[in-house]
């Protein structure tokens, strides 16, 4: 028998992850612990709850509380009135029985659900380029469809990255460059864990022999590529966290920078990336002022991706990250967004986005 705990007035928050067979349930353990004592601090009820266990018509659930010593308890606890979903992988969230769940608690008249689904790189472009307002800050983009998709795309613009469209941290992205009056004209650079590796080529399909290779069966995305401003070297981007704060408006919680290992082609810090403060990185390259209009710029257009972005996917979303690049004209680009977002290590920033899923939460209660 497990025993109940009860809410005692509290408002009730169930952050939802998936069941695992080795360690009970799957996600960042350090996260929800953070996420579950923000949380109480904040006068709310938390636990965790697996898709398995979110039982809906039944008037408890089956949830993991945090005890004070850091260890998990199951208890029978309340429903929840809001669901923070956290479901680590997209293979799981795509089961038939848990897109099923969620829909349940899309429709449940007494709970909110948010972050409902991950996204897909190739619908986020095709959502901002709907918009006359966020298009400009997409990125030349294209569904790869073979040989010609990349001969049509290297016509158009000389560099190009070639990436997963249900990709994560760096897997699988490639970029190719076209260098004219080169005797191996086209050059293909394939990231690796932390280095990438590079292969040149005389002609086009013999180098789109080696794309086939890493890419046969997957859906890629080609896109038109920016050459991001550099410090010493070293290409860096923009991860901008946006929330939806305690009136349910979108708004930037923090930005970081992350800059480029020296051999790598994404700026990933488990790839040899360092984090690294934008208000310190951007005016080495552009100087104070014109470094303060394009963060302000950077703010702006943050939330009005994220609203275009989560009116077009008709779902309700209450975060969502961005990793966005500044070339080296200081133009903005877009170029994912990922609605389970990771931990920010920059504390203000953390601290900040902890707090703020039990705004949006309490507004999401009150709006009821
Ligand atoms: N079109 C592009 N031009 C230049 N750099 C890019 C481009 N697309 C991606 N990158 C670099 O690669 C990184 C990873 O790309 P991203 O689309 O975020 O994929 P992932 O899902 O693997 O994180 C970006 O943060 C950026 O540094
Ligand atoms: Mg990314």
Known sequence: MISRVESDGRPVVAILTMHDSYSMFRGNRQNFQEIIKT???MGFMVYVVTVRDLK?????VKGYTL???NSWEQRLCPLPQVIYNRIPYRED?????????IKECQKHPHIDIYNPHFFNKWQLFSWLNKSRLTKKWAPLTKRMKGF???????KRKPYLYLKPEDGKAGQGIMRVRYQRNNSLPYRIQIQNNKNSTTYKAASLERLWNRVY????????LIQQGIELAQ????????RILVQKNEFGAWSVTGIGARMAGAKSITTHVPRGGTIEDPEKLLPIVFGQERSEAILSEVRKAAVHMARQIEKSSGHTHGEMSMDLGIDSEGVLWFFEANSRPMKFDEPAIRKKSLERIFQYSDYLINQR
């Open 213 to 220: 290779q890493e890419t046969k069966g997957s859906s890629y």
């Open 231 to 238: 410090v010493h070297g070293r290409a860096f981007d923009l």
């Open 67 to 69: 005890q004070s010593d």
């Open 39 to 41: 949380g109480k601090d």
């Open 56 to 60: 809906l018509n039944s008037g408890t």
């Open 93 to 101: 969230e795509s089961l038939p029985w848990v897109r099923r769940k």
């Open 148 to 154: 010609p998709t990349l001969y049509e795309m290297i």
